[in-house]
T-cell receptor, first 111, second 113 residues
Framework: EAQVTQNPRYLITVTGKKLTVTCSQN?????MSWYRQDPGLGLRQIYY???????DKGDVPEGYKVSRKEKRNFPLILESPSPNQTSLYFC??????????FGSGTRLTVV | QKEVEQDPGPLSVPEGAIVSLNCTYS??????FMWYRQYSRKGPELLMY????GNKEDGRFTAQVDKSSKYISLFIRDSQPSDSATYLC?????????????FGAGTRLAVHP
C-alpha cells in the first residue's frame, strides 16, 4: 500500500530534550515536506526537500532541522523543543502534477 | 490578509443535503487547486485536483474554480454522515511537486442523520 509513515503518533516531552520524528514514504516520491497544524492557523510548511541532500526552509523553520540522506526518509529534528512547538505535525510527499500524500500525523506536546 | 481564506464553520447539515464549501484567494498566479478531506486524528487526503477554471466532477463531489473572482468551491451532493470531516482547500502556482502548496484553514462539516 502506497503510504507515508510517521512515528511516533503521540509524543509528550519536556522542554529542551532533543527529539526526532521519523517519516518514510514507499512511493519513490522526490518531494517531501513537513507541516505543522494549529487551530485557526491551518497547515504551515516547516521544511521541504526536492530530492536527496536538497532541503530548504518553509514558512516556520525556526527551532527545527531536517535531513534527507535517502529518498524515502525525511526526519524532523527538534534540537531543543519549547512549549510553542506543541502542535500536530504532518509529513507529506508528492510527485509533479499530483497532490500531496500525507502521513497520519504526530501529536507533540512539550511541557 | 491571508493568501487563502476559508470559513472555519462549523457547518452542520442534515443527511442528504447539498453542501457548498468555499475558499477565496488573493494570488492571481495560482493555477492548481485542490480539496483535501481530513478526518479527526488523521492526515489530510486528496479529494479533488483541478487545473485553472471550470468544473470537475467525481461521484458526489464537484469542484468549481472561478479564477476571475478568485473563488473556488466544493459541492457535495447527497451528503452522508461519513462526509463529516474538515475540508481544506489548497492551491499552488505550478504543477511541480516543489511548487509550494498554500492551504486554507479548513471548514469543519458535520452531517447528521
Amino acid at each position: 500500500e502506497a503510504q507515508v509513515t510517521q512515528n511516533p503518533r503521540y509524543l509528550i516531552t519536556v522542554t529542551g530534550k532533543k527529539l526526532t520524528v521519523t517519516c518514510s514514504q514507499n512511493m519513490n516520491h522526490e518531494y517531501m515536506s513537513w507541516y505543522r497544524q494549529d487551530p485557526g492557523l491551518g497547515l504551515r510548511q516547516i521544511y521541504y526537500s526536492m530530492n536527496v541532500e536538497v532541503t530548504d526552509k518553509g514558512d516556520v523553520p525556526e527551532g527545527y532541522k531536517v535531513s534527507r540522506k535517502e529518498k524515502r526518509n525525511f526526519p524532523l529534528i527538534l534540537e531543543s523543543p519549547s512549549p510553542n512547538q506543541t502542535s500536530l505535525y504532518f509529513c507529506a510527499s508528492s510527485q509533479p502534477g499530483y497532490g500531496y500524500t500525507f502521513g497520519s500525523g504526530t501529536r507533540l506536546t512539550v511541557v | 490578509q491571508k493568501e487563502v481564506e476559508q470559513d472555519p464553520g462549523p457547518l452542520s447539515v442534515p443527511e442528504g443535503a447539498i453542501v457548498s464549501l468555499n475558499c477565496t484567494y488573493s494570488n492571481s498566479a495560482f493555477q492548481y487547486f485542490m480539496w483535501y478531506r481530513q478526518y479527526s486524528r488523521k492526515g489530510p487526503e486528496l479529494l479533488m485536483y483541478t487545473y485553472s477554471s471550470g468544473n470537475k466532477e467525481d461521484g458526489r463531489f464537484t469542484a468549481q474554480v472561478d479564477k476571475s473572482s478568485k473563488y473556488i468551491s466544493l459541492f457535495i451532493r447527497d451528503s452522508q454522515p461519513s462526509d463529516s470531516a474538515t475540508y481544506l482547500c489548497a492551491m499552488k502556482v505550478g504543477p511541480g511537486g516543489y511548487n509550494k502548496l498554500i492551504f486554507g484553514a479548513g471548514t469543519r462539516l458535520a452531517v447528521h442523520p
